[in-house]
């Protein structure tokens, strides 16, 4: 293992072990390369049979049921104890930009029916300034045939670039996200207000969520390359 993935294994463990709440009964479990580990920690405890995890889309789900944890839906429990989730770039007020693995708007929303908030990451993921380390831009969940409008708008605000995702050789077309619509990648370069660029972009017809995380997290944890862990808190 290397010093970066091990790393994240202790930054997942201790992100688990410090912030657990002894008497969960829901747990949302994120997706990312540092979510492997948390999903292998909390399945290691010894009351996995007491809570229920709410996946974030298709890998989380997989993550809860490779790791011997019961498996729900925010449907049946849209009341959540703790969550745990990665991200693609964090500020040091702890907002986010998340999406870059198209799950943005089930990774929100069971952040946002979390008592708490837990991101687990890896060095490269800090930022002094949202969009100075994730240069590929706000990932942005629309309805399929809003994407020429939307990019439109987007410009309109402010947006020196903006991609219609691909799905890559995988795939002709776009990226279909797990609710069936298309994403949008809008590069807004340094954002320093990132909630005033979140209610903008959600204000237009035909986004569904954006990849702006805001006061939502309570605390990060980032494995560090030299095999330390660090962390932030709000």
Known sequence: MSSVESAKK???YRAVDENFPPAAKVVGIGSGST??????????LDNKSDFVCIPTGFQSQQLIIDNGLRLGTIEQFPHIDIAFDGADEVAPNLDCIKGGGACLFQEKLVAAA?????VVADYRKKSE??????????????VPNAYAKVINDLKKLGAKKVDLRSGGKAKAGPVITDNHNFLLDADFGDVKD?????????????VVETGLFTDLAQKAYFGEENGEVSTWTK
Not at 35 to 44: K, L, N, S, T
Not at 130 to 142: F, K, S, V
């Open 194 to 206: 990132a909630k005033k660029l979140h209610d903008e972009i959600k204000a237009l017809v035909g």
């Open 114 to 118: 979390a008592d708490k908030f837990i």
């Open 129 to 142: 300034v949202l969009g100075r380390q994730w240069t590929q831009g706000i990932p942005i969940e629309i």
């Open 35 to 44: 979510v492997i580990y948390v999903a292998e920690r909390i399945g290691q």
């Open 10 to 12: 202790l930054a997942a």
